[in-house]
């Protein structure tokens, strides 16, 4: 069952944690007793943990924070890939830059924090008496399905599938796991710019009849991280109301 020291004595690095699902994330993870570094593009405020900045997308920066989170708390348990933007437009009009920042920040981001992060990773997996290192990408059913004026996000989203996979077969033998989370219509300041008949419409495919929270990524998160999930890796785990069953 779980309890309130469930994820103690770990370390979890949370990127894009200032806010949504990353701060639900960080917030849920303190509350289950992780220690944890939270890092984003600007400074976190959200009362957990201490704070890193870092552009994700930015390979020597990320080497640089990861050494210092390290060097901060001791070790790695836990690392959520959650950074990610939008810069949405039909493939028509997009823009190069769009595409390569979005590309840069969802995917080069996980991969910069994965990589840097590996040897500690698998340290943990070596160390911790059974429990295992923990990776978790955030994704998208956008990644998995595709959605008209969401290419380069789509593009980002399902090479961060394919990464996940592959990294959670590299890694398996080092006591190590790798899994994705893919949300589907989640609230947030996004959702809340969308038009009503825009909503209408989402909401009528979706058979729980309701948007997500970032609650409710943030439950799966600390599912993934703790010793539940042991036997899971390369899973991608839609949290969609049922949108793509």
């Excluded at 495919?205 to 799966?220: C, H, Q, S, V, Y």
């Amino acid at each position: 069952m779980f309890n309130e020291n469930m994820l103690k004595d770990r370390v979890a690095v949370v990127t894009g944690a200032s806010q949504g699902i990353g701060q639900a994330i960080v917030r849920a993870l303190a509350n289950y007793g992780a220690s944890v570094a939270c890092v984003d593009i600007t400074e976190c405020q959200c009362g957990y943990g201490k704070s890193y900045v870092c552009d994700v997308s930015d390979f020597d920066q990320v080497k640089h924070v990861c050494d210092q989170v390290v060097s901060d708390f001791g070790k790695v348990d836990i690392l959520v890939n959650n950074a990610g933007i939008t810069k949405d437009g039909l493939l028509l009009s997009m823009k190069e830059a769009d595409f390569d920042q979005v590309i840069a920040v969802n995917l080069k981001g996980a991969f910069n924090f994965t990589k840097h992060l590996t040897r500690p990773l698998m340290k943990s997996g070596a160390e911790s008496l059974g429990r295992t290192g923990r990776i978790i990408n955030m994704a998208s059913v956008i990644g998995v399905n595709g959605n008209a004026g969401q290419s380069n996000y789509a593009a980002s989203k399902a090479g961060l599938i394919g990464f996940t996979k592959a990294v959670a077969k590299e890694l398996a033998s080092r006591n190590v796991t790798c899994n994705a989370i893919a949300p589907g219509f989640i609230q947030s300041k996004m959702t809340e710019a969308m038009p009503e008949a825009a909503k209408e419409r989402a909401m009528a495919n979706i058979p729980l009849k309701r948007l997500g929270t970032a609650e409710d990524i943030a439950a799966l998160a600390v599912f993934l991280a703790s010793d539940f999930s042991s036997y899971i890796t390369g899973e991608v785990m839609k949290i969609d109301g049922g949108l793509f069953i």
